[in-house]
């Protein structure tokens, strides 16, 4: 396995090339959440778990803006692999639209009614008030969150993957360092909390917009025309919408169930909500291989499709399941290391030290299954625009098996927090099985371009 799949030196530095800063953008993203978790959790628990709570909401509207992206990333990479620039644009302007419509009701939401948005993941009334004033602030950077993503969206797939890193990167280092001075208040700032990390939020997504819409004035890069926004391509939107649809749908399946998780350890006290946040961050700073090597694969074999290379397209998405493998392995491994680390190093309270412990060995090995399926389903299938399944999947094994599990076990049954963690975790490993099934159909493997 190793042989074959180290073989050729081409493929290994096109996936190398993409995977850096793909997976580095990946890395640096989720070093915001990180650095919220780790600044707040050095000040109160409370503040840090009722932030973890309240950017729930951006975790939403990442997942439904995922269908925008995600339909950039199949479409647009045939289309790029094709040679074929103009219908690039059509895709870009498509997308904007969607994009803008989506972000501002989010922006409503969070700027009308914060408080009852907290109440659908807290019952303390002091994570409420805190989380509320979080999105009041956060809310305005979810208008700009959907346009920068289709402009960063769109060099990854055109050859500037290496550029999308470097805004994004950008965005996330300006973010934190706003977020020490204004949480702590350093230079004679009053020191703001958990308002803080929302203001550095704010100014850190003012920033990465204007550094995507300068970059795409440059050559060679894809640029966002007046007339983009108003094209109508009748056959083009089916394409889109066939694309896009079944990843909203697997997006939302998927993000609503991940927040019903997050809102039932919200439910079960501020202990096992401030260890299930700091868990979070530390599934999420692993996800980054995988995410990385995930949006690379599907960029490559998607390229090979579109230009009508089938089979090379198919021997890729070989090689790239087989280090889908090696990475869920590697990061458990990872996870066992790291968790004397992470639970000596935060400050918690004795009962949510040991409900950390737990989460971070059940979280080892649940990277197996979400390595494999992040890179397989998200990358692999969604490269020839199999989007389907995913859907499927997550209406079985999450939303009929993991999801009423754990609220069950959670508001019914009154099981222990570990118990109710566990069922958080068991979706990902119970579609294993049906995922290597569907691989081997091969129904990946298309052109898409017309």
């Not at 050559?219 to 025309?225: A, E, H, P, Q, S």
Request: hydrophobic share 55%.
């Amino acid at each position: 396995m190793t042989i074959d799949l180290f073989s050729d030196n081409d493929f290994i530095k096109r996936l190398w090339n993409l995977t850096l800063p793909l997976a580095f953008q990946a890395l640096m993203l989720a070093l915001v959440a990180a650095c919220d978790a780790v600044m707040l959790g050095r000040v109160e628990q409370d503040a840090m778990a009722a932030v973890s709570l309240a950017t729930q909401i951006q975790f939403i509207q990442n997942m439904v803006l995922s269908a925008v992206t995600g339909s950039i990333g199949i479409l647009g990479s045939q289309y790029w692999g094709k040679g074929d620039k103009a219908t690039l644009h059509k895709i870009f302007g498509m997308s904007i639209r969607i994009a803008v419509v989506i972000s501002l009701c989010f922006f409503i939401s969070c700027s009308f009614f914060p408080r009852q948005l907290m109440m659908i993941f807290a019952s303390d009334e002091n994570l409420i008030s805190i989380g509320a004033g979080y999105l009041r602030i956060a809310g305005y950077s979810y208008l700009l969150t959907g346009i920068s993503q289709c402009y960063l969206g769109t060099m990854r797939i055109s050859g500037h993957a290496d550029r999308c890193a470097l805004i994004s990167s950008g965005a996330v280092i300006i973010n934190i360092i706003l977020n020490g001075i204004f949480i702590f208040g350093f230079f004679g700032l009053p020191a703001m909390g958990a308002i803080g990390a929302a203001f550095a939020t704010l100014i850190a997504r003012v920033i990465e917009l204007g550094a995507a819409v300068i970059s795409s004035l440059q050559k060679d890069f894809i640029r966002l025309n007046f007339k983009d926004l108003f094209v109508r391509d009748h056959l083009l939107a089916l394409d889109y919408v066939r694309c896009g649809l079944p990843i909203a749908g697997a997006a939302l399946f998927w993000g609503v169930g991940f927040t019903s998780y997050t809102a039932f350890m919200g439910h079960l006290g501020p202990d096992a909500a401030a260890a299930n946040s700091v868990a979070a961050v530390v599934r999420d700073l692993m996800c980054c291989v995988c995410d990385g090597i995930s949006a690379a694969g599907g960029i490559i074999i998607g390229n090979e499709l579109g230009a009508g290379n089938l089979d090379r397209g198919k021997l890729y998405g070989n090689r790239i399941a087989k280090l889908s493998v090696i990475v869920g392995i590697f990061s458990t491994i990872i996870i066992l290391l790291v968790t004397p680390l992470v639970v000596n190093f935060m400050i918690l309270t004795a009962t949510a030290r040991s409900y950390l412990i737990g989460m971070m060995v059940i979280m080892a090995f649940y990277m197996i299954g979400r390595a494999i399926n992040t890179i397989v389903i998200n990358g692999i299938f969604g490269a020839g625009g199999d989007t389907l399944f995913d859907v499927y999947s997550l209406a079985v094994c999450m939303w009929c098996i993991a999801v009423p599990l754990a609220f069950l076990g959670a508001f019914v049954f009154k099981w222990p927090v570990l118990a109710v963690y566990a069922c958080t975790c068991l979706d990902e490993c119970g579609k294993l099985p049906w995922v290597f099934h569907h691989y081997k159909k091969y129904k990946w493997v298309k052109d898409l371009t017309r």
